[in-house]
């Protein structure tokens, strides 16, 4: 297996460096007879797996520490290993350049294949230190990528230029000739100025920044659902509302007459009518809920999330955000860009699985796909849950999203322990923050509207027709009967929850609308919206479930989804 062998001077950020290339799974040991401890890890280098020593850190070869003497041992082994590929990676603080070089030029003396990381990248902007790498790769004859580890920028240059290291060519010195080649070096290649941080590259920093950046993500999480509330619930009142009621009701009354009031086509095209009103929400008929709940139900949602969504992609907020969440996520057994097809999850599932191709392990894409399918309700079922369970109090809500959170947690934790396989480490480029275009905000907003409405509307008048049809032929009350064991035994729900709970499958914020009639209580409606959200994704995403993970994986995928499911909504049913 080839080796690559992290050297640097301590406090470079060299463990920061070996974190990004590896993960959080490493392994730590003493080296042989000695009290000094070192870390080993794998990363994926090209087609192949190497194995990642943190070497530790020392300011030169010529030992006068026991870690330097350690360090100097592993030096010697891999440079005596002559069947063993090895690769040197000097990690150099780009802030103390001149003190770095002193160990770097050592390195190069070896002869061995090396690439060097100029660290701290983003600190020698902030303190006015500019460095012609070109030039210094010239000089030193080896490929240099510049990294801020801490961010993860330039940590996917750096992979690549492992792929491709370089043989030095530079004979032995004396320390007082290296040292009068590094202040030679340090003439050519380095200017100092003074300038102070702009806002932008300030925000970069706070956003990236374990504490500073987790209550960013915080305030911009809270900010994110308010104003998704905000106009979705402004869109509904003072939009969608007044064209149904004042518009749109004359023509179904109308109609509704002239078909007679009841019978069959009736059913289908207006549904139920009770007290000559009409319910669009319960009215279950293609031209009353059929339309009302994808255009004044979810499409105002899908609006304001999209919007929003699109405003934190074009600013370039999302990256740092996967930075900052990497260490949680790979407790999960993903890394931090696995959080954005999370997020995507929560305006669509269809679009969230897809974006799980991204990952680079089948093992994470089998993660990842299902915890999206079982924890992560799409924006029109969260629409319908805060609809039907507001009303009974906020906590209510908030033990729903809390209880889908902490399955997303747990289930991910313990997918992570059972599932076999390799997830590498998180390798993206980190845009500088910028304004987001306008039209180019608008214009992903429009395609994604326009993909919902092709994609939802067929489905939804498609499933309010089956509805009526099977409620015509009474077939809901055979599967009411089959499955009222388990729904009123295990969830504790009434026997006709079962037909929602079937109907889900097809779409579930149709489903979560079949549940305002059964009269249930706020407790029962808490673990019909667990168990509806959790047992299976909507026919659209089973498809695209299918097609992303093969048949093997998405049975697999069911199969979780169903236990966690009836084991959450059973367990949640006894608590409550």
């Known amino acids: 297996m080839k080796k690559v062998l992290l050297f640097g001077n301590p406090n470079v950020g060299k463990s920061v460096v070996f974190t990004r290339l590896t993960g959080v799974q490493t392994m730590s040991a003493n080296y042989p007879g000695t009290t000094v401890t070192f870390s080993r890890g794998q990363m994926k280098l090209g087609d192949e797996i190497a194995e990642v020593i943190d070497v530790p850190g020392s300011y030169t070869l010529e030992p006068t520490c026991e870690a330097e003497i350690v360090a100097r041992r592993m030096l010697d082994e891999v440079a005596a290993d002559?069947?063993?590929?090895?690769?040197?990676?000097?990690?150099?603080?780009?802030?103390n350049l001149e003190r770095n070089l002193y160990l770097t030029q050592q390195l190069l003396e070896r002869g061995l294949p090396t690439v060097i990381a100029m660290n701290m990248w983003d600190e020698t902007r902030h303190k006015g230190i500019k460095i012609e790498l070109d030039r210094l790769s010239e000089i030193l004859g080896v490929p240099i990528a510049p990294t801020s580890a801490t961010s993860g920028e330039g940590i996917k240059q750096l992979v690549v230029q492992l792929l491709s290291p370089q043989i030095p060519s530079l004979a032995v010195q004396g320390q007082d000739e290296?040292?009068?080649?590094?202040?030679?070096?340090?003439h050519q290649v380095q200017q100092i100025t003074h300038r102070h941080h702009t806002l932008g590259e300030r925000l970069a920093d706070a956003s990236v920044s374990p504490v500073l950046g987790v209550f960013m993500a915080m305030l911009i999480m809270a900010a994110v659902f308010m104003v998704v509330r905000f106009v979705g619930e402004g869109l509904i009142s003072y939009v969608f509302d007044p064209i149904f009621d004042n518009l749109w009701?004359?023509?179904?009354?109308?109609?509704?007459?002239?078909?007679?009031?009841?019978?069959?086509?009736?059913?289908?095209?207006?549904?139920?009518?009770?007290?000559?009103?009409?319910?669009?929400?319960?009215?279950?008929?293609?031209?009353?809920?059929?339309?009302?709940?994808?255009f004044a139900m979810v499409l105002p949602y899908i609006v304001a999330f999209y919007l929003v969504l699109g405003i934190l992609e074009d600013t370039g907020y999302l990256p740092r955000l996967a930075v900052l969440l990497d260490n949680v996520m790979h407790h999960l057994g993903l890394h931090g860009f696995a959080f954005i097809p999370t997020l995507l999850g929560l305006g669509c599932n269809v679009p969230a699985i897809m974006a799980?191709?991204?990952?680079?392990?089948?093992?994470?894409?089998?993660?990842?796909?299902?915890l999206v399918s079982v924890a992560v309700p799409c924006v029109s079922l969260q629409a319908m849950i805060i609809g039907m369970l507001g009303g009974f109090g906020v906590e209510y809500v908030f033990l729903v999203f809390g209880t889908l959170f902490a399955v997303w947690l747990g289930l991910g934790m313990i997918l992570n322990k059972i599932t076999p396989g390799f997830s590498p480490e998180l390798l993206l480029e980190v845009p500088p923050y910028r304004l987001p275009p306008v039209n180019l905000v608008f214009k992903k907003l429009a395609f994604r509207i326009k993909s919902f409405l092709k994609e939802a509307l067929?489905?939804?008048l498609g499933v309010v027709a089956v509805i009526n049809i099977l409620n015509f032929t009474k077939v809901f009350d055979v599967i009411a009967k089959v499955a009222e064991p388990v729904v009123t035994g295990i969830l504790g729900l009434p026997a006709e929850a079962?037909?929602?709970?079937?109907?889900?499958?097809?779409?579930?914020?149709a489903a979560m609308a079949l549940m305002g009639p059964l009269d249930m209580g706020p407790e029962q409606l808490v673990v019909a919206s667990l168990v509806l959200a959790m047992l299976f994704p909507c026919i659209?995403?089973?498809?695209?479930?299918?097609?992303?993970?093969?048949?093997?994986?998405?049975?697999k995928s069911v199969l979780v989804m169903?236990?966690?499911?009836?084991?959450?909504g059973g367990l949640m049913n006894l608590i409550l």
């Open 82 to 95: 002559k069947e063993g590929e090895v690769i040197i990676l000097n990690v150099v603080d780009a802030t």
């Open 178 to 186: 290296r040292w009068q080649r590094i202040g030679g070096i340090i």
């Open 249 to 294: 009701a004359p023509v179904v009354h109308s109609l509704s007459d002239a078909l007679g009031g009841s019978g069959f086509l009736h059913g289908l095209l207006v549904g139920n009518v009770s007290g000559g009103e009409i319910n669009f929400k319960e009215s279950l008929g293609l031209l009353t809920s059929g339309l009302y709940v994808p």
């Open 356 to 370: 799980t191709r991204s990952l680079e392990s089948r093992r994470e894409r089998f993660i990842a796909a299902t």
């Open 458 to 460: 067929p489905i939804i």
């Open 498 to 509: 079962a037909v929602p709970l079937v109907v889900g499958f097809l779409r579930k914020d």
């Open 540 to 555: 659209a995403s089973l498809v695209i479930l299918f097609r992303e993970l093969g048949k093997r994986d998405a049975l």
């Open 562 to 568: 169903l236990i966690a499911a009836f084991g959450v």
